[in-house]
């Protein structure tokens, strides 16, 4: 019995890559299209007046279209999110035949917590945005312009330049959110399936344990603490991975999720010596 629940963080771990990579991908197009109508202005400007240094970048920009995207995609991917780990802290529960009604109630609750989420870091997260936009754009436009190119031959090279960055760009962009918009929707259907069952709920750190993760978030694998605590990576406190409170060092591109366990399974797992100081034994 205890191996067959420790095995449940190993097949965790490979679920969430592939539902991730999944996320990520449905965020993409949206990313690039926002992108797009993001620099539009100041490839329409240069168009009109040429590779110039003094481009006002930062009154051109359009920030509005982060503002409709932002609750969108965490209402539509952060739902399917909440509802699998419901049905998931359901079944790891031992309640399969639990009605499926009992979680009616809260799709209208969870849509509510989704939106608000996202219009209240919105702010943050375009401000976090868009000075990496202006960076971007200035250094392609200093670098078109010290070649010395005649006029329409830096506005072809300047547009390529730009382009290809913020191409590369929302990549990055939709993995940071992918992994943000997840552990959202999954810490709202732990929640909500552990607040009906009673109790303190708790939650580990799972990391991917490759070459790629960040050492700080390595440091944090399989540390088991009260739901409503607070981990720490690199210094800095977080509700789970892809928190928007985060620096972007310990944010961007991170892959790593969140497990959840109700009390009932939590005493189980201390009962088999399976936690302990605060970790998660055997579940890398």
């Known amino acids: 019995m205890a191996k067959r629940r420790l095995n449940e963080f190993r097949q965790e771990r490979i679920d969430y890559a592939k539902q991730q990579s999944i996320a990520e991908r449905e965020v993409l197009p949206f990313v690039r299209k926002a992108l797009k109508q993001t620099i539009a202005p ?3 400007y ?7 240094t003094s481009i006002p970048v930062e009154i051109l920009i359009n920030q509005s279209v982060w503002n409709t995207l932002y609750p969108q995609i965490y209402q539509n991917i952060g739902m399917k999110f909440a509802r699998r780990e419901f049905y998931r802290q359901r079944t790891l529960d031992g309640q399969i035949k639990t009605k499926a009604s009992a ?3 809260l799709i209208d609750i969870w849509t509510n917590q989704l939106r608000n989420y996202a219009y209240q870091y919105t702010y943050q997260i ?3 945005l868009n000075y990496t936009t202006i960076k971007l754009i200035r250094q392609a436009l200093n670098d078109t312009y010290q070649l010395g190119l005649d006029y329409d031959g830096a506005i072809r090279l300047f547009i390529k330049d730009v382009n290809g960055k913020f191409n590369k760009r929302a990549g990055s962009i939709s993995r940071t959110e992918a992994t943000t918009i997840s552990n959202l929707g999954k810490d709202i259907g732990a929640r ?6 009673g109790g303190q709920g708790y939650k580990v750190w799972l990391g991917r344990n490759d070459k790629r993760e960040r050492h ?4 944090e694998n399989n540390v088991i603490i009260p739901i409503n605590d607070l981990h720490t990576v690199g210094g800095e406190q977080c509700q789970r991975p892809g928190d928007v409170n985060l620096s972007a060092k310990e944010r961007i591109n ?4 969140e497990s959840y366990m109700s009390q009932n399974r939590y005493n189980a797992y201390v009962n ?8 998660l034994i055997g579940a890398s």
């Open 216 to 219: 700080t978030h390595l440091e």
């Open 42 to 44: 100041v490839i329409a």
């Open 46 to 52: 240069v168009q009109s007046n040429g590779v110039q």
């Open 126 to 128: 375009i401000n976090e």
């Open 254 to 257: 991170c892959r790593c999720t």
């Open 272 to 279: 088999r010596g399976r936690i302990v100081d605060g970790k």
């Open 192 to 197: 909500g399936w552990i607040e009906q069952q």
């Open 103 to 105: 979680i009616d109630f």
